[in-house]
């Protein structure tokens, strides 16, 4: 006797051709290649020295502590990952609570967050402050 699919086995498969046909493709709306490794974040001129500057889109901040030295920070709060609001004085705050972070190296300069915010990998190749 033929065995007939149930709508249990239907389903699961259709959401795993939709997973699988998700996962791939190129430069589509929505796939990560917005985040492309090499692709130029900003001029390095853009990034002030002794502040920052947040980019939404790849959840970065990049610091510039002093003349020519460049850091990047992930710009997920470490409190309840809200998104850093601004780059001032010296630290990244987070407007969500109030946690501020220091712009050379991350720690925190004053909670409620208790742990820094991880670094992230960037390069400068000239004048170009770039994902790496």
Do not use: W, Y
């Not at 090499?38 to 002093?66: H, M, N, W, Y």
């Not at 780059?87 to 705050?93: A, K």
């Amino acid at each position: 006797m033929p065995h007939s699919p149930t709508r249990r086995t239907v389903l699961l498969s259709t959401g795993a051709a939709a997973l699988v046909a998700g996962c791939g493709g190129e430069g589509g709306e929505g796939d990560a290649s917005a985040a492309s490794p090499g692709r130029e974040l900003a001029p390095t001129s853009d990034i002030p020295v002794g502040g920052g500057r947040i980019f939404p889109d790849e959840k970065i901040v990049v610091t510039q502590p002093e003349q020519g030295e460049f850091k990047a920070f992930s710009a997920v709060c470490t409190h309840q990952n809200c998104l850093v609001s601004d780059v001032r004085d010296g630290t990244v705050d987070c407007a969500c609570h109030g946690s501020r972070f220091s712009i050379t190296d991350g720690a925190v300069e004053r909670g409620p967050a208790t742990r820094p915010l991880p670094e992230e990998r960037i390069a400068v190749r000239g004048n170009s402050v770039r994902l790496a």
